[in-house]
């Protein structure tokens, strides 16, 4: 029975498990589920609820206010703004999720490795990732994507790879409590090896902390996504991501036409504020101390 | 003579300090062999370096100085990656339990462990082989999918075991392995520990600060006194005629199971002194009453006084045996 001796019982407890554990959410940590929750689904099926095409322009409607035929009104180029805003929700998703993705990838087996063996390796390891912290991150990522070429998928690199010291950082920590606990010394004496001994022994038990981060680090990777596009880097103008569109709409924002930006803007603002009520809770469930200094 | 398994020579181990040039002398000169089907009791007061010694036989810790022979090769400065191979020989079990079993997996899968590391078995085989192990540490096959929160004390050791006998081998190295549980616990898992030493013929070292427990499962008993053995002897002769001082201080606050037989009780004075600052000649010449100024500068070295009974006393011969010389 692959890839554990245990018998099939189990898994559908521990997914019952989960889905009571959702239960045990706060308030302000449900209101955040749904708030992604609908996100997600306008990403997944934006084409149910798109009125518009949202890369077609109509060059006779530029700039025109709210309507019953354009609910967000046209931007600059004629395009609908409403369409244009649920087709975005595609954008923050799909760089958030990768990204964080990628940051876990490598930051939690560079933290394993790095508190698993200590001396120089894990100096040098945590000297390079405090290095890519010492610089605020937007400029950073700034630099990096400008250098790299400005593509979708270089966003989501760059973006990936600077926030990976957080989750190392976090396994790290626990790690370095473990090493030398009695579990592991008895897993050594077993006679299993390093790699066995990380990611069979240390892994499950260090890193709940990481994963508990990971909705406020997807947070995270939107907002600077969203400012890398507002500031014309990564993803380029007619492309109907919400950073993109408020930098298009800010222009205009003087002249009056304030939905051009305001749109893009509002939802931008809920996909945070939903990931980051998410990743509160999440973090009340998986690190009891936390909770119990509330 | 039974077949060695494990030979120590001049085992030493300090620790250092901080960064100061102090060390903790932890183990100070141990010579000992265990052999197959053999139970060797070690026993000896907080500080004696009893763990120490069980965990730098298995290379758990870097000896500072000695030889270690395992299986009749010298196994001293293997690399870790080198002594895997041989861990399949050489288990351990440990003092408590419900720490040294990974939270997070199920009985199952700990107990298989040692099997899916070593043994390239079907995963058929692995399961049958750890039901196996499970009944023969009397452990209800139910628990193999539960994790290690929801067994008792006494449960959690057999998993241990189970996990230590696994791979079948040679040398079975057990630190207090009965001192956290309860008496009626105990009992049980000695009684496995003996069955299985007739069954598996392998070599233990058991552990332990309690005399009542290693009077009952060894063979033979070295006696622990900071960091050195000072009595190696097999089980009769040293509840019979315990030779050094200590050994006999350490018998005579064992209560015999005889309560009417007269006692004599022998109470040693002050603590067991800091491995930090060892003292000079014999280490026990602080607290031994029949002490005199030669054991604070020479130290004794091991005497054969009968067969297989090795004493480290400077005394032996001029009358230092303190309990027949107050009898008399």
Same mark, same amino acid.
């Given at each position: 029975m692959p890839p554990s001796v245990t018998h099939q019982l189990t898994w559908p407890r521990r997914t019952a498990n989960r889905v009571r554990g959702l239960s045990r959410l706060s308030p302000t940590a449900a209101a955040g589920v749904v708030i992604i929750v609908c996100f997600g689904v306008l990403a997944l099926f934006s084409e149910w609820f798109?009125?518009?095409?949202?890369?077609?322009?109509y060059p006779d409607r530029?700039?025109?206010?709210?309507?019953?035929?354009h609910w967000f009104g046209t931007d600059g180029n004629g395009m609908d703004i409403f369409s244009r805003v649920i087709y975005g929700a595609k954008f923050g998703f799909g760089i958030a999720i990768p990204a964080v993705i990628i940051a876990v990838l490598i930051g939690i087996p560079v933290g394993l490795i790095a508190g698993y063996r200590g001396g120089a390796l894990d100096e040098i390891l945590m000297r390079i990732f405090d290095g890519l912290r010492v610089f605020p991150s937007i400029i950073l990522a700034l630099a990096v994507v400008a250098a790299t070429g400005q593509s979708l998928l270089n966003v989501v690199l760059v973006l990936g790879f600077l926030d990976s010291p957080v989750f190392a950082r976090l396994v790290r920590a626990e790690v370095l409590a473990l090493r030398s606990s009695n579990f592991v010394e008895s897993a050594i004496a077993a006679g299993n090896p390093t790699w066995r001994i990380l990611f069979f022994h240390l892994l499950p038990n260090t890193i709940q902390g990481a994963m508990a981060q990971t909705a406020v680090r997807a947070a995270w990777a939107v907002r600077i996504s969203a400012t890398l596009a507002f500031l014309g880097i990564g993803i380029q103008a007619p492309t109907p991501e919400w950073g993109a569109m408020i930098r298009q709409g800010a222009e205009f924002m003087v002249t009056g036409q304030w939905w051009v930006a305001i749109f893009p803007g509002i939802a931008l603002i809920f996909l945070v504020f939903g990931l980051n009520l998410l990743g509160d809770g999440i973090q009340d469930i998986l690190d009891p101390r936390r909770r119990a200094s509330k | 003579m039974r077949q060695p398994i494990l030979r120590a020579k001049n085992l030493v181990k300090r620790f250092s300090v901080g @960064?100061?040039?102090?060390? /903790?002398? $932890?183990? !100070?000169g141990v010579d000992l062999t265990i052999h197959r089907g053999e139970i060797l009791g070690m026993v000896g007061e907080s500080g004696s370096g009893k763990s120490t010694i069980g965990r730098t036989l298995l290379r758990l810790t870097d000896p500072t100085e000695g030889l270690i022979e395992f299986d009749g090769r010298?196994? &001293?400065? =293997?690399s870790a990656k080198e002594l895997r191979p041989l861990r399949k020989d050489m288990q351990m079990v440990f003092q408590d339990p419900w720490s040294a079993l990974?939270? @997070?997996?199920?009985i199952g899968d700990l107990i298989a462990e040692p099997l899916r590391i070593h043994l390239k078995l079907s995963e058929p085989d692995l399961r049958d082989r750890t039901e196996l192990l499970a009944k023969k540490v009397r =452990?209800?096959? #139910?628990? =193999? !999918?539960? &994790? %290690? +929160?929801?067994?008792s004390g006494g449960q959690l050791q057999r998993v241990c075991i189970a996990r230590a006998i696994a791979t079948n081998p040679k040398l079975i190295i057990l630190d207090?392995? &009965?001192? +956290?549980?309860d008496l009626s616990v105990r009992a049980g898992i000695l009684e496995l520990l003996m069955e299985l030493r007739e069954e598996t013929q392998a070599g233990f070292l058991f552990i332990s600060h309690d005399l009542g427990t290693i009077k009952l499962i060894s063979d033979t008993i070295a006696v622990l006194y900071l960091g050195r053995i000072v009595e190696l002897v097999p089980k009769e002769a040293l509840f019979n005629e315990p030779a050094h001082p200590y050994s006999q201080s350490l018998l005579s606050a064992h209560l015999p199971a005889d309560l009417d037989a007269p006692i004599q009780r022998l109470i040693l004075e002050? #603590?067991?002194? +800091?491995p930090i600052d060892l003292p000079s000649g014999c280490s026990f010449h602080t607290r031994c %009453? $029949?002490? /005199?100024? /030669?054991c604070k500068t020479a130290t004794p070295q091991p005497e054969?006084? $009968?067969?297989n009974h090795h004493v480290s006393c400077l005394r032996l011969k001029d009358g230092g045996n303190i309990l027949s010389r107050q009898q008399a």
């Open positions: 798109m009125t518009h095409d949202p890369v077609s322009s530029i700039l025109q206010g709210p309507s019953y035929e | @960064r100061s040039s102090s060390y /903790v002398n $932890a183990v !100070n010298d196994i &001293t400065s =293997l990974n939270p @997070r997996m199920k =452990l209800s096959t #139910e628990f =193999l !999918n539960r &994790t %290690p +929160s929801a067994l207090e392995p &009965t001192s +956290s549980l002050g #603590e067991i002194p +800091s %009453p $029949a002490a /005199v100024d /030669v054969l006084i $009968a067969q």
